[in-house]
């Protein structure tokens, strides 16, 4: 299964919103600290709600601790890329690395991503929320590569009316 990667999260109630994601979405979550907040903040309990105890997470103490276990290929999320993210053919055990609610992500992880993805945007806009744009491009993915039976997978019986 693919996985998603937070590079330094500022604000609890997205990392929160994103657990939940992965643990409705059998896929795990990659922190790459350092955190602008402690990992056990409340804010971010309250988004996760019940959810935690279904989420894979992995905590990363820095940059190149995450870097030194990747195994996958690394998608950036972001808006200095060119390539729309519908126009890429997805690899089951890609890593959907998101940038800092603030800054995105330093020159150097920008340049070490293998590939790098855009959810077009209105002229004028300047960037999504962060937990929305991993939604957006994970249900892109999983509908390129969970279609085999994955978790994710819609049994076949479902919408046969
Ligand atoms: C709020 S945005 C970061 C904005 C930040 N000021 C910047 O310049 O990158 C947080 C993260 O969401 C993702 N993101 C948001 N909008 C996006 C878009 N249109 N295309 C690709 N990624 C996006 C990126 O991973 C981004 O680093």
């Not at 795990?28 to 894979?56: N, Q, T, W």
């Not at 200095?80 to 690395?97: E, G, K």
């Amino acid at each position: 299964m693919p996985r998603l990667a937070l590079y330094q999260p500022d604000i609890p109630q997205n990392a929160g919103t994103l657990m939940r994601l992965g643990a409705c979405t059998g896929v795990g979550l990659d922190i790459i600290e350092p955190c602008g907040f402690i990992l056990d903040d409340k804010r971010m309990k309250r988004s996760v709600m019940d959810y935690a105890d279904h989420a894979d997470v992995t905590r990363h103490l820095s940059w190149s601790a995450f870097q030194a276990q990747r195994r996958g290929r690394l998608v950036l999320l972001t808006t200095r890329a060119a390539v729309p993210y519908t126009q890429v053919a997805y690899q089951p055990d890609d890593i959907l690395l998101l940038g800092r609610e603030s800054a995105g992500v330093p020159d150097d992880v920008h340049g070490a991503a293998d590939v790098r993805v855009l959810i077009p945007m209105m002229p004028g806009t300047r960037s999504l929320n962060v937990a929305i744009a991993a939604a957006m491009v994970l249900g892109e993915v999983l509908r390129q590569v969970a279609g085999d039976g994955g978790e994710t997978a819609i049994p076949s019986e479902v919408g046969k009316g």
